[in-house]
Structures are given as structure tokens and as C-alpha cells.
């Protein structure tokens, strides 16, 4: 009996003790817990994302009046009429002022690019004053100093191609020059040195070699600013045009406001989209290929006239 009652005792008749809780890893088997892995979280948040984008894509199908869209942006019959003026003008014209402005952008920024080097200080001061002013100036205003202020000072009324010539070119001169300049001293120093062992002056050093390094370098962001020009092109219908003038953003306005309807928009749309997909592919091809993290690719052997090899 006694042995019976003091079974359910510890040791020294002490109180029975409670049988032993998981540990905060384990379950109540004696088991560990199995914990998420980061990346089984990322796929779980991930899937959570899914779902909550398809719910909104969902009920946006069912709440929208798809008639309503079909006639506001998809009407064939508006844009059948478009065609084919909106290629042959609009687009034409939109193209022709982006290369007029993307021109003289182009040898204004050289220019401004050389004297921001140059070891002169009038240069450079003039040139940073011009950069820091005129990429600080929306390009709106620029287009209304040029269509509306130069006439006004100066009493005199230039061509509407010229003033949108200037007007973008004195915009995009502004970042251009940055982008050459930027080329201009990422040119290896070393090729510098070698032209001018060989008896070259600085200044045909600099139109020789370093410029067209540099050009092939800045190629991509020249291409960017090509994009930025086109887009930029837009602003001159504050300057008025008649319809064989009209470029793409103009002529989208008046078709708006003709036919009531948003197709004029979204034909528009499509077509700086031609313009602009090509450049984009075409900058990210010279960048693949020109950029400072492409591999070099190995030269072929060829034999000189003298019998030897050249790589």
C-alpha cells in the first residue's frame, strides 16, 4: 500500500510532475515545426498579387460599358478618315521637325560641349549658363519665346519651320552637350597621348580621335535624345500651322475636335509609337554594342601588304 501511494510521487515525496510542453520549434509529437523559406514566402506574396490583379481585372471587364469604349475609342469609320493624311502630313511632318531640331542641337551641343572644356574661363562659364538655363526652361516656354517673342523684339516674322528648328534645337543643344562632354572625357587618356606622340596638334588630336570615340560611346543616350526631340515636336502647334503644317499632336486636337471622339487620340498614339519603338530597339542595340560593359569583340586576322598580320 504504501509503495501504491507513494508511486504517483517524485523522488523524496515530492508532487507528480506534469508530463514536458513542446518547445516553441516543435509540435506536441516531438516533431519540428517546418518554417517557410524566404523564397516560399516570395512565391506566396507573389501569388497573393496574382490574384488581387486578376480581381480588379475582372471586375473592371464586368463594370465596363464596352460599347461605350468601342464608339469612344475604337470607331473604324473616324479613323478610316484619318487615313491617309495623318501618315503623309502628320507623321511626315513630325519627323521632319524632330531631324531639323535634332540638327542643330546636334552642332550647337558640340560646340557647347568643346567650350565647357575648354581651358578658357569665358567658355565655360558662357556654356555652363547656357546648359543650366535652358535645361531648366520648360520647353513650352522656349516655343513661345521663339514663335511669339523674337517677333515682338525684333519686328520681324521667321519661317514657322525655322522657328521650330530653333526652338527645339535651342532645347536639346542644352542636354546634348552634356551627353557629349561626358563621352568626350570617358575617351582612354592613353589614345590621347598617342596622337599627340605622333606629332599631332590638340586640335586635330580632338576632331581625329577623341570625338569620334566619344561619338560611338554616346550613341545610346544621342538615340534617347532623339526620342525625347520627337515627343518635343508637339509644342508647335503653339505656333500655329495650317493644315499641310500640322504635325502629329496638332492634328490629333483638330480631329478631336471635329469628330468627338477619342480615336483621332489613340491613331496618334500609334503613330509616335512607330517613331519611337524602332529608336528605343535601335538605342538599346548600340548600347549592347558600344556600351562600356560589352565585350570586346576579337578582331580577324588579315594580311598587310607587307606580308604581315594584322589584327
Known amino acids: 500500500m504504501a509503495g501504491n501511494k507513494t508511486a504517483g510521487r517524485g523522488v523524496g515525496g515530492d508532487p507528480p510532475t506534469a508530463p514536458p510542453r513542446p518547445v516553441g520549434g516543435e509540435t506536441p509529437g516531438g516533431q519540428p515545426r517546418r ?32 460599347g461605350q469604349i468601342r464608339r469612344a475609342f475604337f470607331n473604324m469609320e473616324v479613323a ?45 562659364w558662357i556654356a555652363g549658363i547656357y546648359i543650366e538655363f535652358f535645361r531648366g526652361l520648360p520647353a513650352m516656354l522656349v516655343f513661345l519665346a521663339v514663335g511669339v517673342g523674337i517677333p515682338y523684339a525684333f519686328d520681324t516674322r521667321l519661317d514657322r519651320n525655322v522657328q521650330i528648328m530653333v526652338a527645339l534645337g535651342l532645347v536639346g543643344a542644352a542636354y546634348i552637350a552634356e551627353t557629349i562632354r561626358a563621352g568626350i572625357q570617358a575617351v582612354p587618356k592613353g589614345q590621347i597621348e598617342a596622337a599627340r606622340s605622333l606629332g599631332m596638334s590638340p586640335t586635330r588630336t580632338m576632331i581625329t580621335v577623341v570625338i569620334p570615340q566619344a561619338f560611338r560611346i554616346i550613341l545610346p543616350p544621342l538615340t534617347n535624345e532623339l526620342i525625347l526631340l520627337t515627343k518635343d515636336s508637339s509644342l508647335a502647334f503653339f505656333l500655329g500651322s495650317t493644315l499641310a503644317q500640322q504635325e502629329l499632336a496638332q492634328f490629333g486636337r483638330e480631329a478631336l475636335n471635329t469628330n468627338q471622339s477619342m480615336t483621332p487620340v489613340l491613331v496618334v498614339g500609334l503613330c509616335y509609337l512607330i517613331i ?27 594580311r598587310t601588304r607587307t606580308g604581315g598580320a594584322a589584327t
Open 35 to 66: 518554417r517557410m523559406s524566404k523564397r516560399q514566402r516570395a512565391r506566396l506574396f507573389r501569388g497573393v498579387q496574382y490574384l488581387v490583379l486578376i480581381a480588379a481585372v475582372v471586375a473592371l471587364v464586368l463594370a465596363a460599358d464596352w
Open 80 to 124: 478610316a478618315n484619318l487615313f491617309p493624311t495623318v501618315i503623309t502630313v502628320a507623321l511626315g511632318n513630325t519627323i521632319f521637325y524632330t531631324v531639323l531640331g535634332f540638327a542643330l542641337g546636334l552642332g550647337l551641343g558640340l560646340v557647347l560641349a568643346l567650350m565647357r572644356l575648354s581651358s578658357v574661363g569665358p567658355y565655360r
Open 276 to 302: 519611337t519603338i524602332p529608336l528605343s530597339f535601335v538605342s538599346r542595340g548600340l548600347e549592347k554594342r558600344f556600351g562600356k560593359g560589352a565585350a570586346r569583340k576579337p578582331g580577324k586576322i588579315s
